[in-house]
């Protein structure tokens, strides 16, 4: 049975040397493992080592053991089965992920509440209060605002380092590409024209008479519905789940990453890091095309 071990980390500051990954390899040998010579996907930044196991005990096993003995250096140490990691459809979580913006939290900006609902997004995320509950009270705060406010803030949008190459090099390589958020249509949509997505889905904010009604069309968009998504498009395109990837980086994300083939935690919430088998907390989303095995010589925008 072949695992691969990949390393990952911050392409804006590579520091992962051959020492690194040579450690790594050790690690594996010592843990009864027959691991391959490091193939570097990017100098400093990712490599992988393909291993042979006879079990998949045996594999967490040693991915355990390199992940302590690397845990104070700046790198992402996952691992997956060597076979089928290239994934046919992505299904991305959009604020936080996709980019770098909580746009509720932007919006509250314009009535001076930011803090504060920047504070329930926070919770919400991290799974501590209900999701749709708390999209309903920070809605119902921005209630009168004029409806302008949602091109204005559009303007504040920044996309996620690595967003492009990643939804780039999955469409040229024949991957259908999903953004579906527990955010707004308004903005995904956006956000799909912008960047190439195939799909978008999102809750939709009430407008009335020019201005935000503070509501929310039912039924929300949450936790059942972006998992309900990942397996519609799936079964549309005739995959089974073990094709696809997904990351999200909040409490709504997580039945979705758990469904899926690839399912990564993006610099994400602590619950929602510590219940996700794939994390990424140093890289960017780039880091989602080392994990299927792609070069930074196959990147495409």
């Known amino acids: 049975m072949e695992h691969v ?7 804006e500051k590579p ?3 051959p020492q690194i990954a040579e450690i790594a390899r050790e690690i594996l040998h010592e843990r009864g493992t027959a691991p391959k010579p490091v193939a570097w996907l990017m100098p400093g930044v990712a490599a992988e080592i393909v291993f042979e196991t006879a079990t998949q005990l045996r594999a967490n096993d040693a991915h355990a053991a390199v992940r ?3 845990a104070d250096a700046p790198v992402d140490i996952n691992t997956l089965p060597a076979a089928g990691r290239r994934k046919a459809l992505l299904v991305a979580d959009m604020e936080s992920t996709i980019i770098q913006n909580e746009m509720l939290d932007e919006l509250a900006d ?3 509440l930011k803090d504060k609902v920047a504070d329930i997004t926070a919770r919400a995320m991290n799974g501590e209060l209900d999701f749709a509950a708390a999209v309903r009270e920070r809605v119902a705060l921005l209630k009168g605002l004029p409806a302008s406010v949602l091109d204005e803030s559009m303007q504040r949008v920044h996309i ?3 967003a492009r190459e990643l939804i780039g090099t999955m469409k040229a390589n024949g991957a259908y590409c999903a953004l579906v958020s527990g955010g707004f249509g308004f903005f995904t949509r956006k956000i799909r024209e ?3 997505f195939d799909y978008d889905q ?3 904010i009430d407008i009335a008479e020019g201005t935000l009604a503070g509501t929310v069309r039912e039924p929300i968009l949450d936790k059942t519905s972006k998992l309900a998504a990942l397996e519609r498009l799936a079964k549309e395109r005739n995959l089974d789940l073990t094709a696809t990837m997904s990351v999200g980086d909040g409490a709504n994300d997580l039945p979705m990453l758990q469904g899926a083939g690839i399912g990564v935690a993006y610099h994400a919430k602590p619950s929602v890091a510590a219940a996700a088998k794939i994390r990424v907390n140093h890289g960017d989303l ?3 095309l080392y994990l299927q095995g792609y070069r930074a010589l196959d990147f495409r925008v």
């Open 286 to 288: 780039t880091a989602l």
């Open 5 to 11: 071990i990949s390393l990952i980390g911050n392409p």
């Open 110 to 112: 314009y009535v001076g």
């Open 202 to 204: 999102a809750n939709e």
């Open 194 to 196: 912008g960047l190439g």
């Open 15 to 17: 520091q992962i040397d």
């Open 68 to 70: 302590q003995r690397l």
């Open 160 to 162: 996620m380092p690595g």
